[in-house]
């Protein structure tokens, strides 16, 4: 089975500094995982995902996360935060070589807060 | 959001009434999902179609019964609802192959059941 964990579930931070947004999961071999945004009254938005590669990945609106195998760890990530950003945050992994293909598991989210 | 579109936004219903939500995708993905969203909760995943065809039904009351015409339409028939069933609906499409697993979401409808 896998599972994703998002061990914050409310973020502040300041406008301008940096930002975090912590993601550890747990899969049978290799992962898929995901980033998505939830603004309020809105769908979840795509923001950048890690497949294969550099583990640095880049994504919309400034956002990066880095992808760390040995600590199971998919960290969002922003130099410089915008009261913009303020937004519900969810991680997500399927696994590469899942045999019910479609399925991600969805972390349950972390609530970020740009404070101006 | 844009390419994945669902009505209605808002649905307030009682427990007798029937009801059904509709899902449409303009991505020309082979692949489309019902999620609930409840507060406080991980995403729940309810139903998955593929080419049309039901591959994932994850223990979901016969209350929810779903339907996929074609691969761009989704629909989620209510029926005899309870208060607990009040969460937002969130339908998805992807196109699974290759590497182009993301998901796209629709806004999802705010139902309220009374």
């Known amino acids: 089975a896998q599972s994703v964990a998002q061990p914050e579930d409310q973020v502040n931070v300041a406008e301008g500094n940096p930002l975090t947004v912590k993601c550890t999961y747990s899969?049978?071999?290799?992962?898929?995982l995901f980033w998505y945004v939830q603004y309020p009254n809105r769908g979840l938005q795509f923001l950048l995902k890690?497949?294969?590669?550099?583990?640095l990945v880049k994504g919309s609106y400034g956002f990066e996360a880095e992808f760390n195998k040995s600590q199971t760890s998919f960290h969002l990530k922003k130099p410089s935060a915008l009261v913009s950003d303020s937004a519900l945050y969810f991680c997500?992994?399927?696994?590469?070589?899942?045999?019910?293909?479609?399925?991600?598991?969805f972390g349950s989210g972390t609530q970020l807060t740009v404070l101006p | 959001e844009t390419g994945v579109t669902q009505t209605p936004r808002h649905l307030v219903m009682g427990m007798t009434n029937k009801k059904s939500l509709k899902c449409e995708q303009h991505?020309?993905?082979?692949?489309m999902y019902w999620y609930k969203q409840s507060a406080k909760k991980p995403l729940e995943l309810m139903f998955v179609?593929?080419?049309?065809?039901?591959?994932e039904n994850n223990s979901v009351p016969s209350r929810f019964s779903p339907e996929c015409p074609n691969s761009s339409h989704l629909f989620l028939h209510l029926h005899t609802l309870q208060p607990e069933d009040s969460a937002l609906y969130l339908c998805?499409?992807?196109?699974?192959?290759?590497?182009?697993?993301?998901?796209?979401f629709g806004p999802g409808t705010r139902l309220t059941v009374l």
């Open positions: 179609y593929s080419l049309e065809e039901r591959v």
């Open positions: 899969v049978s071999g290799n992962p898929y």
């Open positions: 890690y497949i294969t590669g550099d583990n």
């Open positions: 998805a499409s992807s196109q699974d192959r290759g590497y182009s697993y993301e998901q796209f």
């Open positions: 997500a992994v399927r696994a590469l070589s899942s045999g019910s293909a479609r399925q991600l598991t």
């Open positions: 991505l020309g993905h082979n692949a």
